[in-house]
């Protein structure tokens, strides 16, 4: 492992320490007038989720965890796990869904991800901005009803539901943003 210190911290740095894997959200140098310089960061749990604040005395060291990004192509969902297999080996890998989270919703089949791997543990997705999804389910929409900005729910393949303007019709492909869960545009 390697030893850093806190003035190597850097946003979006993993590191490890005794509570567990922690993500670097937001760092800084405080040097008072009294006492000694400390650093205060935003620290996010990477297994949980979990926001929290502590603050690190200056030059205070500490493991920082590597975290390798595999490339990977969604395979299928076999009922319990979503299947990927990895695109230089093509070794298959099972994952839970509670390990992928809310990107469940947004995993289509051949669709390439990033696993983020600590050793042999995988400790998040990530995917694109946007992903093209095609529309299972949604009302016709009426016709004079032009209220501006007027929407209906519209089911995708995956099962998540999303807000589209009343022109969008089942069998069409949007893009929908994977950050937020909304319709961006139709796709072609």
Not at 148 to 166: D, F, I, N, W, Y
């Amino acid at each position: 492992m390697a030893q850093i210190s806190t003035s190597d911290f850097k946003t979006g740095m993993t590191i490890d320490l005794s509570e567990g894997l922690f993500q670097i959200s937001d760092f800084q140098h405080v040097k008072p007038g009294k006492g000694g310089a400390f650093v205060r960061t935003t620290l996010r749990n990477v297994r949980t989720g979990a926001v929290t604040d502590r603050t690190f005395r200056a030059g205070e060291k500490m493991e920082r965890a590597i975290i390798d990004k595999t490339d990977m192509q969604y395979l299928y969902n076999d009922g319990t796990d979503y299947v990927f297999m990895n695109t230089q080996t093509y070794d298959q890998l099972p994952v839970s869904p509670e390990t992928l989270g809310d990107t469940v919703n947004y995993l289509i089949e051949t669709n390439n991800v990033n696993l983020l791997m600590y050793g042999d543990e995988i400790i998040g997705v990530d995917i694109p901005a946007s992903v093209v999804m095609q529309i299972t389910d949604t009302e016709p929409g009426l016709q004079g009803d032009r209220v501006s900005g007027a929407r209906k729910p519209a089911t995708m393949e995956t099962g998540l539901v999303v807000q589209v303007p009343l022109f969008i019709e089942q069998g069409e492909k949007i893009k929908v943003d994977t950050r937020s869960g909304d319709y961006l545009e139709r796709a072609n």
